[in-house]
T-cell receptor
Framework: EAGVAQSPRYKIIEKRQSVAFWCNPI?????LYWYQQILGQGPKLLIQ????????DSQLPKDRFSAERLKGVDSTLKIQPAKLEDSAVYLC????????????FGQGTRLTVV | AQSVTQLDSQVPVFEEAPVELRCNYS??????LFWYVQYPNQGLQLLLK??????LVKGINGFEAEFNKSQTSFHLRKPSVHISDTAEYFC????????????FGQGTRLTINP
C-alpha cells in the first residue's frame, strides 16, 4: 500500500514570498490533515478535511494560510505571504472514517523562510 | 479539550538498558492515546495506540505502554534499547468521540549511547 506522498521535501523562500505544498493521501482515505511542526515542538493541527469539506480549521492563520482539497483527494496548503516564524515542517496525514485512530503521516515538507 | 505533557525533553540511555518515556494527559472526556516515533528527516510513525480494553498495549519494535486512568498517564517502555531506537518520540491524545483531533506533546528525544 502506498503511503502519504508529499512534495516538495524541502523549500527555502524569502519572507513575503508565497509557497505551496502538495499532499496525496492514501487511496480511499476520506480524512486529510495538515500539521505544522516547529523545531523542538510537537505537531499542531492546522486543518482537517473530511472528503472535500473542512472539519476543523480553528488553528489555521487564515490571513496568510489557505488550504483546499479538490475532489476529495489531493490537497494543497499555501502560505502567502510567508513570515520567518512559518519556518517549520509541514506534515500531511490521512485516515479512514474521520478518525485519528489510524492516521498515517507523510514525510513532511521542511520550509525555511529567510 | 485535551492536552499532553511529556515530562522529559531528552533521555540519554546506554545500549541494552531499559527505558521509560513519560507522558501525562488531561481530558474531561474519554480518550484514545498514541505514541509516535520520528526518525531524523522523516514523518511520524505509529508505535502503538490505546483505544480500549487491556491497559497494557504492545507495539512495534519491542515497545509497550500502559494506560493508567487514575494517574492520567501513558508511559512508554522498552526493556532493552538499541542504537536504532535513537529518535524523537511523541505522545498524543484524542477524544474518543467527535472530531477526534490528535493533540501532541512536545516530544522526548531518546539518545542511545554505545
Amino acid at each position: 500500500e502506498a503511503g502519504v506522498a508529499q512534495s516538495p521535501r524541502y523549500k527555502i523562500i524569502e519572507k513575503r514570498q508565497s509557497v505551496a505544498f502538495w499532499c496525496n493521501p492514501i487511496s480511499g482515505h476520506a480524512t486529510l490533515y495538515w500539521y505544522q511542526q516547529i523545531l523542538g515542538q510537537g505537531p499542531k493541527l492546522l486543518i482537517q478535511f473530511q472528503n472535500n469539506g473542512v472539519v476543523d480549521d480553528s488553528q489555521l492563520p487564515k490571513d496568510r494560510f489557505s488550504a483546499e482539497r479538490l475532489k476529495g483527494v489531493d490537497s494543497t496548503l499555501k502560505i502567502q505571504p510567508a513570515k520567518l516564524e512559518d519556518s517549520a515542517v509541514y506534515l500531511c496525514a490521512s485516515s479512514l472514517e474521520g478518525t485519528s485512530r489510524a492516521a498515517f503521516f507523510g514525510q513532511g515538507t521542511r520550509l525555511t523562510v529567510v | 479539550a485535551q492536552s499532553v505533557t511529556q515530562l522529559d525533553s531528552q533521555v540519554p540511555v546506554f545500549e541494552e538498558a531499559p527505558v521509560e518515556l513519560r507522558c501525562n494527559y488531561s481530558s474531561s472526556v474519554s480518550v484514545y492515546l498514541f505514541w509516535y516515533v520520528q526518525y531524523p528527516n522523516q514523518g511520524l510513525q505509529l508505535l502503538l495506540k490505546y483505544l480500549s480494553g487491556s491497559t497494557l498495549v504492545k507495539g512495534i519494535n519491542g515497545f509497550e505502554a500502559e494506560f493508567n486512568k487514575s494517574q492520567t498517564s501513558f508511559h512508554l517502555r522498552k526493556p532493552s534499547v538499541h542504537i536504532s531506537d535513537t529518535a524523537e518520540y511523541f505522545c498524543a491524545v484524542s477524544g474518543a468521540q467527535g472530531a477526534q483531533k490528535l493533540v501532541f506533546g512536545q516530544g522526548t528525544r531518546l539518545t542511545i549511547n554505545p
